[in-house]
T-cell receptor
Framework: GENVEQHPSTLSVQEGDSAVIKCTYS??????FPWYKQELGKGPQLIID?????GEKKDQRIAVTLNKTAKHFSLHITETQPEDSAVYFC?????????FGKGTSLLVTP | DAGITQSPRHKVTETGTPVTLRCHQT?????MYWYRQDPGHGLRLIHY???????DKGEVSDGYSVSRSKTEDFLLTLESATSSQTSVYFC???????????????FGPGTRLLVL
């Protein structure tokens, strides 16, 4: 089945800096890659996604890039703010469900 | 808001007792999912459903059963709870993004289960 690896597991940045989280996947048939943000005590919330027919997608301060040849995709957050502190999960579709990375705990310090 | 509620939100039970968690959706989506979340493991799929009475196993289905007798409800049952099933359980639905046909998963608020 699909295996999704996510790095780093923890990331600490200063407010205003950029943060990058990287994921790799194993199933070349995967064609949908969402990212979720999870705040303490809440369910994961979709923040951005990308499909295999595009290489990059942006939404204000967040962007996702996809390299299908290398089977990796990344989340980029620019001008980080303290409210960006959360756990972020990448995922890849397996046809009927999503396979998730193990998460990255992002801490943005003022 | 994806129109998903989970009940109970918190539960403490004893080893060997049966436990049923409920996921309820208000928007008639075909696909529903149960995941468990544990430190160091991320989100792992337990079971999913693709319609009334249509269910299938996920990655970590041992010790769990599910039922879906109507579109809006997806039940997860631990027949005889064990301490290893202490976890946070999330229900999810698959629905369209915006106005298009492309779909993604949206999650409920979760149920914290402690098995003593």
């Amino acid at each position: 089945g699909e295996n999704v690896e996510q790095h780093p597991s923890t990331l600490s940045v200063q407010e205003g800096d950029s943060a990058v989280i990287k994921c790799t996947y194993s199933d070349s048939a995967s064609n949908y890659f969402p990212w979720y943000k999870q705040e303490l005590g809440k369910g994961p919330q979709l923040i951005i996604d990308i499909r295999s027919n595009v290489g990059e997608k942006k939404d204000q301060r967040i962007a996702v890039t996809l390299n299908k040849t290398a089977k990796h995709f990344s989340l980029h957050i620019t001008e980080t703010q303290p409210e960006d502190s959360a756990v972020y999960f990448c995922a890849a579709d397996s046809g009927y469900a999503l396979n998730f990375g193990k998460g990255t705990s992002l801490l943005v310090t003022p | 808001d994806a129109g998903i509620t989970q009940s109970p939100r918190h539960k403490v039970t004893e080893t060997g007792t049966p436990v049923t968690l409920r996921c309820h959706q208000t928007e008639n989506h075909r696909y529903m999912y149960w995941y468990r979340q544990d430190p160091g493991h991320g989100l792992r799929l337990i079971h999913y459903s693709y319609g009334v009475k249509d269910t299938d196993k996920g990655e970590v289905s041992d010790g769990y059963s599910v039922s879906r007798s109507k579109t809006e409800d997806f039940l997860l049952t631990l027949e005889s709870a064990t301490s290893s099933q202490t976890s946070v359980y999330f229900c999810a639905i698959r629905k369209a993004l915006g106005q298009g046909i492309e779909e993604t998963q949206y999650f409920g608020p979760g149920t914290r289960l402690l098995v003593l």
